[in-house]
């Protein structure tokens, strides 16, 4: 029990060590604000007192009150918390306080001196403690280096929204830089498709125009590279519509997967002359629902892949057959394995694959069309590179 004698003694003791009273330090609004719960009313006046010439303060008769004012009030700089009180304790205070509000700095005022208790206040959250009768010097010096250490962990945090903060916008600004060039690679390559429309079709024209050969082959040159502009733009408008979230549109009829895959072979033979493309499959038809145009570029891109990525003293092989619930077509070339670092990358857009056989103009993005054909059939590409490379597409039969 606490006697009015004691409690004298501490005061008297803290007005006698107490120094005279400062202005503060600036504004006082702006002075660290420091609870202090104590339910001795001398007690808690005397850490006001020794508190007041640098800190707001504010006193709470027991551990409910200052629980009840935590609930909807913003905290403290630092609580001060007397350990020995009726009802809700310190040490109850302490821990409840600690669940809420983690970064809320705490200095036990106790009369306990020995480790067992000190350890026990240090356990349930308390970040100090200060032994009854205290200086009030010591206890000043004390709540100052808590509101110092809480002050840290505010920059800290504020530091740390700010870069959070900052890493968004760049990252924002990043996106809407990719965003706005690819709706611009969209809207040039929609605004090319007419005069190249028209250039193809001139170039034709002079192609079957009776003339000299001279006049034909040049006319046929500018039609072949109208034709391979042309491409490139169709694939710049799948990559603007994927890359804008539009999707890529396929349209599935029934059609024989081996026939296709036959015609493709001859076009491309005559395409690469000099080069030798095999084709294995099964007399019979495979027949199965797919957009033949889109398919078929999924085949023309990984076999044109193949002969330029591979050796071109060795044949690049086809085979397509029928497997449990699915359909399976498989491209094989010889040649260095491609890196297991790019192997990763490999169906990103605007990558392309070192390779002696490469030529200028290429944009990086035909395995990257091909994957998201593939999967809007519903199926799936792998590709395993070792002493020979095999790109495996799956379609659900």
């Known amino acids: 029990m606490r006697t009015h004698r004691r409690e004298a003694s501490l005061v008297d003791s803290a007005l006698v060590r107490t120094p005279a009273n400062k202005p503060p330090h600036g504004d006082a609004t702006a002075r660290p604000l420091v609870?202090?719960?104590?339910?001795?009313?001398?007690?808690?006046?005397?850490?006001?007192?020794?508190?007041?010439?640098?800190?707001?303060?504010?006193?709470?008769?027991?551990?409910?009150?200052?629980?009840?004012?935590?609930?909807?009030?913003?905290?403290?700089?630092?609580?001060?918390?007397?350990?020995?009180?009726?009802?809700?304790?310190g040490i109850d205070v302490c821990r409840f306080l600690r669940s809420e509000r983690d970064q809320l700095p705490v200095l036990l005022l106790t009369v306990h001196k020995d480790k067992e208790h000190l350890a026990e206040?240090?356990?349930?959250?308390?970040?100090?403690?200060?032994?009854?009768?205290?200086?009030?010097?010591?206890?000043?010096?004390?709540v100052r280096a808590l509101v110092a250490t809480r002050r840290m962990h505010e920059i800290a945090e504020r530091a740390?929204?700010?870069?959070?903060?900052?890493?968004?916008?760049?990252?924002?600004?990043?996106?809407?830089?990719?965003?706005?060039?690819?709706?611009?690679?969209?809207?040039?390559?929609?605004?090319?498709?007419?005069?190249?429309?028209?250039?193809?079709?001139?170039?034709?024209a002079l192609v079957v125009r009776p003339g000299d050969a001279d006049t034909k082959k040049l006319a046929e040159g500018i039609r072949s590279t109208s034709r391979r502009m042309g491409e490139m733009i169709a694939t710049l408008l799948d990559v603007t519509r994927l890359r804008l979230g539009g999707g890529l549109q396929v349209h599935p009829t029934s059609n024989d997967l081996r026939q296709m895959c036959r015609q493709l072979v001859d076009e491309l033979t005559t395409a690469f002359p000099g080069r030798q493309i095999h084709f294995?499959?099964?007399?019979?038809?495979?027949?199965?629902?797919?957009?033949?145009?889109?398919?078929g570029q999924v085949l023309s891109n990984l076999v044109s892949n193949a002969l330029l990525h591979g050796d071109p003293n060795?044949?690049?092989?086809?085979?397509?057959?029928?497997?449990?619930?699915?359909?399976r077509l498989r491209v094989t070339n010889h040649g260095a394995p491609i890196p297991?670092?790019?192997?990763?990358?490999?169906?990103?857009?605007?990558?392309?694959?070192?390779?002696?056989?490469?030529?200028?103009?290429?944009?990086?993005?035909?395995?990257y069309i091909t994957?998201?054909?593939?999967?809007?059939?519903?199926?799936s590409i792998e590709v395993s590179s070792g002493e020979v490379t095999v790109f495996t597409v799956r379609l659900p039969a």
């Open 280 to 295: 294995d499959a099964t007399e019979e038809p495979i027949h199965l629902d797919f957009d033949l145009p889109r398919m």
């Open 160 to 204: 740390e929204r700010e870069r959070a903060e900052a890493q968004r916008l760049r990252a924002d600004a990043a996106e809407e830089r990719v965003r706005l060039g690819e709706l611009f690679l969209g809207v040039i390559g929609h605004d090319l498709r007419s005069p190249l429309a028209a250039i193809t079709m001139a170039a034709t």
């Open 121 to 142: 206040g240090l356990g349930a959250g308390a970040n100090d403690f200060l032994s009854k009768p205290f200086s009030p010097l010591e206890l000043t010096a004390r």
């Open 340 to 367: 297991p670092l790019l192997v990763a990358h490999l169906f990103d857009p605007f990558r392309r694959g070192p390779s002696p056989n490469a030529g200028p103009g290429g944009l990086g993005l035909g395995l």
């Open 35 to 89: 609870w202090i719960v104590d339910d001795s009313p001398l007690e808690a006046e005397a850490v006001r007192r020794a508190l007041a010439a640098e800190f707001e303060t504010e006193i709470f008769p027991d551990g409910s009150a200052v629980l009840e004012r935590s609930v909807d009030s913003p905290p403290p700089d630092v609580l001060v918390l007397d350990w020995v009180m009726p009802g809700v304790s």
């Open 314 to 327: 060795t044949p690049v092989r086809i085979d397509v057959g029928r497997e449990p619930g699915e359909v």
């Open 371 to 379: 994957q998201q054909i593939v999967a809007a059939h519903g199926g």
